[in-house]
């Protein structure tokens, strides 16, 4: 956290330099944006083909081949979800929560993409409906479905507390892989990655810029919907946090099951594809060596 005094003496020109205006890192503009009306055209006719209830504390797993809709449904009472996706053939591609937020900020919500990690970078899956959509930003900067917080996890809460926690989103998505894959939690946990925060409402304190969650506005009924880009493996998280609106990483809140539903459309979207893997072709070429004749380097090998 940024001291309130720095311990440095700030230059002359330091109000000038703190004056220049931001720039966007990642201008989607170039980006085709998701054809939202082919998406919604193609759920006429639709037909649920399964659907898992995941209890509170604990996570499940579920499949959505691809061209088809999965559904986070709010049921009982106020619950935020932790999700993890992969491509369902490799537990090597899995969503990528930093790039992201960096492509379409720090809440998701309708047209956004969920991205896919190195070296791969192609979207998994494409928010469809968002039920929550009329909450915007509220006054102390806060939102619903981010991608800036990573999953409550019982090393953390050891850290902070010295006390141990089983049901953290990060052991429940742990468990729940390993049954899926019915390989051991040390195997199966690596691939539990940063997730998206279903319903759950962050932001940045607008004077220390700490994370922070308040009660999430989610009330039964309440959906996020995707398209699956590509054959998709999840597996979703009931907050031991409940409504995220106390803490987490305990059994004090109130929790509630979530529901996952997954639907077949009877043709895919028009004019859709599944996106292949990003065309980078990996050479991540040395300038002393390119071809090109750039800068030779003659620095020996770090290695
Ligand atoms: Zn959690």
Known sequence: MKRERGEWPEPLDGHARRQVAPVICYPTDSLAPPDLAAYRAAR??????????V???????????????????????PQVGDLNLWAADDLGER????????????????????????????????ITQDTLDWYGFDEWGGSVHDVIGTRCDPYTHRLLSGHDYHHCCHSNLTRALARRLNRPYEVVEPAVHDVLN????????RDTS?????????????????????????????????DCST?????????????????????????????????????????????????????????
């Not at 006429?44 to 209830?53: R, S």
């Not at 004019?271 to 980078?280: E, F």
């Open 55 to 77: 209890p509170p504390r604990d996570a499940r797993c579920f499949e959505v081949p691809a061209g088809c809709f999965f559904r986070i449904v709010s049921i009982e009472g």
């Open 210 to 242: 700490q994370y922070f969650m308040k009660a999430s506005p989610v009330r039964p009924g309440d959906f996020l919907e995707f398209f699956a880009e590509i054959d998709l493996l999840g597996a979703l998280s009931a907050c031991p946090g409940g």
């Open 247 to 303: 803490e987490h990483s305990s059994d004090t809140a109130a929790c509630h099951p979530l529901l996952v539903e997954i639907y077949r459309p009877p043709a895919p979207p028009t004019g859709w594809t599944s996106p292949a893997p990003n065309g980078y072709g990996r050479e991540h070429e040395d300038r002393g060596t390119s071809r090109a004749g750039g800068m030779a380097r003659s620095e020996p090998d770090p290695r």
């Open 44 to 53: 006429d006719g639709w037909e649920k083909i399964d659907e898992v209830v």
């Open 95 to 126: 969503f990528f929560s930093g790039k992201t937020r960096a492509l379409h900020g720090t809440h998701l919500s309708t047209g956004d993409r969920l991205w896919s990690s190195l070296p791969y970078l192609r979207p998994m899956a494409t």
């Open 198 to 205: 279903v319903f759950m409402c962050t932001g940045f304190t």
